[in-house]
């Protein structure tokens, strides 16, 4: 591996099942040591890509390349150096928690420290118990244990965190947050964009097989405009300048503003000018989620259309 | 080294699954064993042969159970639990490690006949010593040689019948469907000698019969010549052969979306 290339490398990755193209078109790059999130709601394409990049699946044209190897190839060296978490697998309910990670182990020429791999999965407690006592959560972490026996220097994580209740996510997350301090490289898919907020270095937004939007978590929440809101019992018009793009509820005003020093500027003399008090005057940036939401539905008007 | 020993760990584990799964475990071990108790205690006194030279149905049952333990141990074991961990995502879990599949499998089959044997040897020591099954006729070597073709015959179509199983769900029924008529047919818990001719015919061309028919005829030479040992040998071979040749063509690493 030269020095300066990727841990994932995607050009131009097209896939189709029978007449349904599930990704068409993919171009990414992600950074050896990076939390990277493939982010979109079902169907996206997300769950096709990973199983490409992790050798289940044959993409019919583009190429794909991993810690410099050809996935598809499923060579010993390659394996020997990624995780994979799948989507839908279940353990074996005959073996604890132990025992199961102990086998996995001995699958790679470099595992980790059982008590490490316990440790950053949070089953230190619960290494003597079969798999049919853990709660979902608790068997969602013993498969990213299971990924991580062999000191992967990729993991791949596909929806690491679907179906589990608030607390069991906080749980996931600071899990995930361990990772990072090992040094792996993670990628992960999800639809739940405060998940990528709160764990991911960079996260593509993909949706009906296209990366629609990429970034750091906080430049796809900026990807929405700011809103300038307040509360006020108007008796004149507001500047004309502002009228167009004002949502009223009550005497609740909203402002959507794509230059938010202006807008403010233009708002604060007229209420001086006026002498009208704005109450509650505040600056909201939308949430990823709700970002990603007007996203896809803006995605799919577009295909309507 | 390192793939024996990584045999010899996948091998612990393949043991240490089956025992704890006692569903599967009673059905494989418990029931030739009851089988063969029953069957003793009801005929095993009858006899055939002159009344100065008696067979009794004892020395029928023991390798006829022996039959029933191995097609057990491989055939509806490899089938039921390769179907059911593909449909789990066991297999495709398997597929994203760097454990050589050949491991995997041998494991698989490793085991299946050690279990296979281990239970052979169990039906055998309590039939002669409960039942006066007689073995001072038994050709030991034909009976090896037997037991091991039909050993390898029925993993091959226990790998292949789970390539052939849709999902986890039919796969009971379809291991049953295939294995309980046979078994009936195919001299495993009576003799077919007084069933008409077509039926005969139909067991004769699969393995189950050439099974039982060459595991009993070591165990007491006079219940066959050679060149029906032969016959024997050659359909178990040619099922073999055919069974890995579909286990390989149609094996999935994934359940059917």
């Known amino acids: ?305 | 080294m390192k793939p024996v020993r990584l045999l010899f760990t996948q091998l612990a584990y393949e043991n240490l699954v089956f025992w704890r799964n006692s569903i599967a475990a009673f059905f494989t071990v418990a029931l030739p064993l009851v089988m063969m108790v029953i069957l003793c205690l009801v005929f095993g006194n009858q006899h055939t042969g002159d009344s100065s030279n008696p067979i009794y149905l004892s020395t029928f049952y023991v390798p006829s159970m022996c039959a029933l333990a191995v097609i057990g141990a491989c055939f509806t074991n490899i089938a039921m639990e390769v179907s059911i961990s593909r449909d789990r995502g066991r297999l495709k879990r398997y597929r994203g490690t760097p454990l050589p599949t050949s491991i995997l499998v041998s494991a698989k089959i490793v085991h299946a006949v050690m279990l296979g044997f281990f239970l052979v040897i169990c039906l055998v020591s309590v039939g002669v010593w409960l039942f006066d099954a007689a073995i001072d006729g038994m050709r030991i070597g034909m009976f090896a040689v037997v037991l091991v073709l039909g050993s390898a015959t029925f993993c091959a179509l226990g790998l292949a019948i789970a390539a052939l199983i849709p999902n986890a769900e039919a796969s009971p029924a379809i291991v049953q469907a295939i294995a309980l008529p046979l078994l009936f047919i195919s001299d495993v818990f009576l003799p077919m000698n007084n069933a008409p001719a077509w039926l005969q015919w139909i067991a004769s061309v699969f393995p189950v019969r050439h099974f039982a028919l060459g595991l009993q005829s070591s165990f007491h030479p006079i219940l066959s010549g050679s060149i029906e040992a032969w016959v024997n040998l050659g359909v178990l071979a040619l099922w073999f052969v055919v069974g890995l040749l579909v286990a390989i063509r149609f094996f999935r690493w994934e359940p059917k979306r």
Do not use: C
Request: proline share 5%; aromatic share 6%.
């Open chain 1, 1 to 305: 591996m030269s020095e300066n290339s990727y841990a994932i490398e995607i050009k131009d990755l097209h896939k189709s099942y029978g007449d349904f193209e599930a990704v068409r078109g993919i171009d990414l790059q992600v950074e050896v040591g990076e939390i990277f999130a493939l982010l979109g709601p079902n169907g996206a394409g997300k769950t096709t890509t990973i199983e490409i990049l992790e050798g289940f699946l044959l993409p019919d044209s583009g190429t794909v390349r991993v810690l410099g190897f050809e996935p598809s190839k499923h060579e010993r060296p390659y394996k020997e150096r990624i995780g994979i978490v799948l989507q839908q697998t279940e353990v074996e309910q005959f073996l604890s928690v132990e025992e199961a990670v102990q086998l996995m182990r001995s699958y790679y020429t470099n595992p980790l420290p059982l008590d490490d791999i316990l440790a950053t999965a949070g089953l230190t407690e619960l290494r003597k118990v079969r798999p049919p006592k853990l709660s979902g959560g608790q068997q969602r972490r013993l498969d990213v244990a299971l990924g991580l026996a062999g000191n992967p220097d990729l993991l791949f994580l596909d929806e690491p965190t679907t179906g589990f209740d608030p607390h069991a996510r906080r749980d996931a997350w600071d899990m995930l947050k361990n990772l990072r301090n090992l040094g792996k490289t993670v990628l992960l898919t999800s639809h739940y964009m405060d998940e990528v907020e709160h764990v991911a270095d960079r996260a593509a937004v993909m949706f009906n097989g296209k990366i629609v939007s990429l970034g750091t978590p906080k430049e796809l929440a900026r990807e929405s405009e700011p809103t300038v809101s307040f509360r006020a019992n108007l008796n004149i018009n507001l500047p004309p300048e502002l009228a167009t793009k004002v949502t009223q509820l009550n005497s609740r005003y909203e402002l959507e503003s794509d230059d938010l020093v202006k807008t403010l500027h233009v708002l604060t003399s007229w209420s001086i000018e006026n002498d009208i008090e704005l109450e509650d005057l505040s600056i909201t940036r939308r949430s990823l989620d709700e970002a990603f939401v007007q996203m896809t539905q803006d995605m799919g008007k577009g295909l309507e259309d």
